[in-house]
């Protein structure tokens, strides 16, 4: 079958930046995963508000999205549970085109309480890739997230490539990409700048390479934390090469928890 090009103004999304624009984007993703071959979600020019999606598979062929607009955060959290724009079960996805995935994030940075409690409920990332195989993300850029920018679980074979990360330097938890419990995962020629780790590695990762990737304002580039409940996975095969981080709390580290549980 042939390729198939699936625009979401067709859906009826309105790139006003005041248009609710949630259930146009999951109508346009649903066709586009129904279809065989590879398929193509264009998202134009124009400013595209968005509550919490979800972008589900398994989808029949390849997931091509195409970003040349900008997509907005809603800032009413109480619609939030963890999430932004979760991207899961895909194998077979690319992101790119050059726009924006903007959290609005000022509105919300306020309301953050992880720095004074390990009790608190975390802010909503705008980028999540739960169970994803086989990715490019690439030429894009996320500004101010509510919490992480960009978040990878349980994940194998993605690239990121041009990606542009930024959030004011004093914004609470903006880390830029969090990867966790994941497999082949490289991030290159990317500039982040944030209110955190530029890139965090939590437990359970192999196989990670970084390289050409400008860092800073932020913590720097860190495994961590580790330690934190019993039985972790281990951090195996971490590649740092031509980086350079100006401006940063730290430079590369290894953040462990004092008291540790026993393996």
Known sequence: MADGVYNVKDYG????GKTDNT???ETAWSAACAAQGKATIVIPEGAYLLGPTIFKGPCKGIMVMQVKGQLLASTHLE?????WLHFQYIN???ISGGGRFNGQGASAWPYNQCKKTNDCKPLPMNLVFSFVTNATIKSISSIDSKFFHIHVFESRNIIFDSIKISAPQDSPNTDGIHIADSTNIQVA???IGTGDDCISIGP???NLTIFK???GPGHGISVGSL????GEKDVIGLNVSNCNLTGTTNGLRIKTFQSSPSR
């Open 23 to 25: 259930k146009a984007f």
């Open 227 to 230: 330690g934190k409940n019993a």
């Open 189 to 191: 020629n990317s500039v």
């Open 92 to 94: 077979g996805l690319v």
């Open 79 to 83: 619609d939030y549970n963890q999430y």
């Open 13 to 16: 999304a309105a790139g006003d």
């Open 213 to 215: 990737v400008l860092c």
């Open 204 to 206: 359970g990762c192999t």
